[in-house]
Nanobody, 122 residues
Framework: QVQLVESGGGLAQTGGSLRLSCAASGSIFSIGAMGWYRQAPGKQRELVARITGGGSTNYADSVKGRFTISKDNADKNTVYLQMNKLKHEDTAVYYC???????????????WGKGTLVTVSS
């Protein structure tokens, strides 16, 4: 089983910053890609940012230039989402996602964390 544990959510003011972390565990051999999604109240879950095993990144248009996804240099199974210049509309539950996970015993196509709440006060 693959487990994704998010941390770093909380309350921020408009224009402020937060950094989210996601650590994947479970005897992982490799991960195809990890990403952050978010779901605001009454809205569908949407992709925020994604990083592949090779380090390629892509972002939602709404966060380009403000958010940065990166991997931990020491632990390739940990990713971060640096969120700067936060806006009220960034308020949502943020979920970590991993796809194409090879473990020592299985292949997991899609795995999700439980989510962390980010609230940006206006």
């Amino acid at each position: 089983q693959v487990q994704l544990v998010e941390s770093g959510g909380g309350l921020a003011q408009t224009g402020g910053s937060l950094r989210l972390s996601c650590a994947a565990s479970g005897s992982i051999f490799s991960i195809g890609a990890m990403g952050w999604y978010r779901q605001a109240p009454g809205k569908q879950r949407e992709l925020v940012a994604r990083i592949t095993g090779g380090g390629s990144t892509n972002y939602a248009d709404s966060v380009k230039g403000r958010f940065t996804i990166s991997k931990d240099n020491a632990d390739k199974n940990t990713v971060y989402l640096q969120m700067n210049k936060l806006k009220h509309e960034d308020t949502a539950v943020y979920y970590c996602n991993a796809v194409g996970v090879h473990t020592t015993q299985s292949y997991v196509t899609d795995s999700w964390g439980k989510g962390t709440l980010v609230t940006v006060s206006s």
